[in-house]
């Protein structure tokens, strides 16, 4: 059992809605307007579980899903290797009926190993693990990418019935992966009182994200040693808990894992988006 303790980046107490920018404000005030604090939390070895953790039960698993792309650099051969493979495995594994990857995200620790403070992320030049616990998706942000991914007509379609968008995440490294896993909260353990709105402000258009205040109740689970070919899928919005009192989507962060080994390989890792949707 690989259990751990580690500090996790939450959003401090205060505004009910908080700022990202994707650019240095012209005011000259920070990117993100919000405080985090940092919070020390049991994290859990998923693979330890009597029964496995499943997109049902806990809002993410893991599977067995090598891939057939060998540079996961090259843009092309990963483009046309890899989203038809998150395409299939996100149908199988959600029972759904059609399935579009629409984006991806390679993310490496730069060699001083910054700290996962929370201010680095999707924004940086260098795409670093993002220490600070998050949704990716509001009900209103989720339709909007419905839309600009399907189409109107499409989309229209689409959001009449479920569908949910997932994370499908894997390590890129030839070892297994110690330096900054992926920590993912049961999702039955949030609750809305626990999501800020956090809007992403672009030059050219508006997305929306959800910051995280603490909870003790927040029960939150890794899967030590993760191998190339091993792929966490998870929750980032399902429409057919939206009305829920529970988010339904599992909430996620980098973290800084205390058992690493010092000559652990940096952390190099593949995040992609699939939408996928329930037709009949």
């Known amino acids: 059992m690989h259990d751990v303790v580690s500090a996790l980046n939450y959003l401090a107490p205060g505004p009910a809605r908080v700022r990202t920018y994707a650019y240095d404000p012209p005011d000259g005030s920070p990117r993100f307007d919000g405080r985090l ?5 049991s994290i859990a070895d998923a693979r330890a579980l009597e ?18 792309v060998k540079d996961f650099w090259d843009e092309g051969g990963l483009r046309a290797l890899a989203y038809p493979e998150a395409e299939a495995m996100a149908c199988a594994v959600a029972g759904a009926s059609r399935a579009v990857a629409f984006d991806h995200t390679l993310r490496r620790r730069a060699p001083e190993r910054p700290p996962l403070d929370g201010t680095g992320g999707s924004f940086a030049t ?8 998050h949704l990716d998706y509001t009900p209103w ?3 909007q990418r419905v839309r600009q991914v399907l189409g109107e007509h499409l989309a229209t379609q689409v959001l009449r019935g479920r569908f949910v968008i997932l994370g499908l995440w894997r390590p890129t490294l030839d070892e ?25 402000i ?5 997305g929306q994200t959800y910051a995280v205040r603490y909870n003790e109740s927040h029960r939150w689970y890794y899967f030590p040693l993760q191998k190339r070919d091993e792929v966490a899928i998870f929750v980032h919005y399902d429409s057919a808990r939206s ?4 988010p339904g989507a599992a909430l996620h962060t980098a973290f800084e894992n205390p058992m690493m080994q010092a000559s652990a390989a940096l952390r ?4 992609m988006r699939v939408l996928a949707w329930f037709e009949g």
């Open 141 to 143: 942000s989720a339709a």
């Open 51 to 68: 029964s496995p953790c499943t997109l049902a039960s806990h809002g993410f698993q893991l599977c067995t899903g090598a891939s057939a």
């Open 243 to 246: 009305e829920s009192p529970l």
């Open 176 to 200: 297994p992966l110690q330096d900054a896993p992926l920590a993912l909260a049961d999702m039955h353990s949030v609750t809305p009182e626990d999501l800020v709105p956090n809007d992403l």
């Open 202 to 206: 672009y030059r050219d258009r508006q």
């Open 126 to 133: 260098v795409r670093e693990p993002v220490g600070r616990v």
């Open 37 to 41: 604090e940092s919070r020390s939390v």
């Open 268 to 271: 190099k890792s593949l995040e």
